[in-house]
């Protein structure tokens, strides 16, 4: 592969360097695998700024009164809640850890809405000990749970339109049959009852993640607009990124265009971005420990992370990318095995490697969504750290878990 050409799945203003090697926020991810272990996620703080700057402008330009909220589920980490909040976006957030951290990364707690299908009294409590600015109101337990312990408390009603966007089962929350929200019979009970003595200051809707069309984008407001008239019109995220090469998503132009086409004026439109804010943004690094050449069947090529690090290909099915960070390309048909102890944990099936082996830097992007934020501790696996680049700088934002920290919890 010529120096210097990426797809569009790399972080932006990553290159290959003269010698074929991989930088990312100018960072040689070999040096980095080197100083910093693996596996790691790895970040290019840029990208994220110039994305949430993308969001911005293309509101901005479009709406009077508007709000990008960014989604903290998709990359929960203080560094990446300082980081945007900086760049002047809200957040939500859909549990009480996740609230934590999004406080810890200094989001005002007016600017935060807090979601959850079921949030716990503790949560509430939480929430509400720190000034949560809106709760988006899920069900008429939480109602009733909200007028006892915070009447006046301002909200939102999340209402599941009836709008099914294709995608995966597991990540479609806009069809009726949905375990969040409100279906549009049960709005008008809601609408009232949240009316009684709550603040109903406007409505929610999340038709779903990873949504490369935009059609059902366009109805959204409509509906929500016939159920009455707020001041907040939330219409949620999930617009599609590329995880591998021969994705194409909408431009976030074009997605803004279909959110405001049916919104009336007056109201401030909020969207909801996760994947789309972080998730090109960030690499996983990995080692390679072993290749298993299976003659005429298969070619595994483990490394030293999987499933506790990158659930996704295991959830949903998810498909990704991998090079070895110093040999793009390549011709050899390979699987990308983890290194956990089920058949299933495969990161990435049939991928064209440059001869794999043991000791090669292996690379998967677009991991900077949902990656950190589903890691877990399968096999008692540590977590990989989180590492920020930035003009050739990289730092630790998320250090490594040790093996003490694997027994921390026990007494
Ligand atoms: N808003 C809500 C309510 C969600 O549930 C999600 C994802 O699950 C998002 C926003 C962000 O979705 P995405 O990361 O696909 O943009």
């Known amino acids: 592969m010529a120096v210097g050409t990426l797809s569009h799945v790399y972080p932006l203003g990553s290159r290959l360097d003269e010698a074929g090697r991989l930088e990312v926020g100018g960072c040689d991810v070999v040096e980095l695998a080197r100083e910093f272990g693996t596996p790691a996620y790895v970040y290019a703080e840029e990208d994220i700024r110039a994305r949430a700057r993308a969001y911005m402008q293309a509101f901005a330009a479009r709406a009077e009164r508007f709000e ?7 990359f929960p980490c203080t560094a990446a809640f300082r980081l945007l909040a900086a760049e002047g976006l809200c957040c939500d957030v859909a549990s009480g850890g996740e609230l934590h951290l999004a406080l810890a990364g200094g989001f005002a707690p007016g600017r935060i809405y807090m979601h959850g299908n079921n949030k716990t009294e503790h ?12 709760f988006v109101v899920d069900s008429f337990d939480e109602i009733d749970r909200l007028e006892r312990m915070a009447p006046g408390q ?33 709005v008008p009970r809601a609408v009232e009852r ?20 935009l059609e059902p984008y366009e109805k959204l407001a409509e509906v929500l607009t016939e159920i009455g008239d707020y001041p907040l019109l939330n219409l949620g995220g999930g617009l599609a990124i590329a995880y591998t090469a021969g994705d194409e998503p909408p431009s976030v ?6 959110l ?33 050449r299976i003659p005429d069947v298969r070619t595994y090529v483990a490394v030293d992370g999987g499933m506790s690090d990158n659930l996704r290909p295991m959830l949903y099915g998810a498909r990704y990318e991998a090079e070895i960070a110093e040999r793009f390309g390549g011709d050899e048909l390979c699987t990308i095995a983890g290194m956990h102890c089920e058949s299933g944990d495969i990161l990435v099936r049939d991928v064209l490697l440059d001869d794999p082996r043991p000791g090669d830097v292996l690379v998967t992007p677009a991991t900077g969504a949902y990656g950190h934020a589903m890691a877990n501790n399968y096999n008692a696996a540590p977590r990989p750290p989180v590492i920020f680049c930035s003009d050739g700088d990289a730092r630790v934002v998320v250090r490594r878990e040790t093996y003490d920290d694997l027994t921390v919890r026990d007494l």
């Open 68 to 74: 990008v909220v960014y989604a903290g589920k998709a």
């Open 260 to 292: 405001l086409r049916g919104a009336p004026d007056g109201v401030t439109v909020l969207c909801e971005p996760g994947r789309s804010l972080v998730g090109n943004a960030g690499v996983t690094i990995y080692t390679v420990g072993t290749v298993k």
């Open 253 to 258: 132009e074009a997605y803004a265009d279909a």
């Open 194 to 213: 949240a009316s009684q003595r709550l603040e109903l200051r406007g409505l929610h809707a999340h038709l779903g993640s990873q949504v490369f069309d």
């Open 123 to 134: 949560e509430i409590a939480y929430a509400l000990e720190h000034g949560v600015g809106h």
């Open 154 to 186: 301002r909200v939102l009603l999340r209402v599941t339109p009836g709008i099914r966007p294709s995608t995966h089962d597991y990540i479609a929350t806009g069809q009726a049959d949905s375990k969040f929200g409100f279906g549009l019979d049960d």
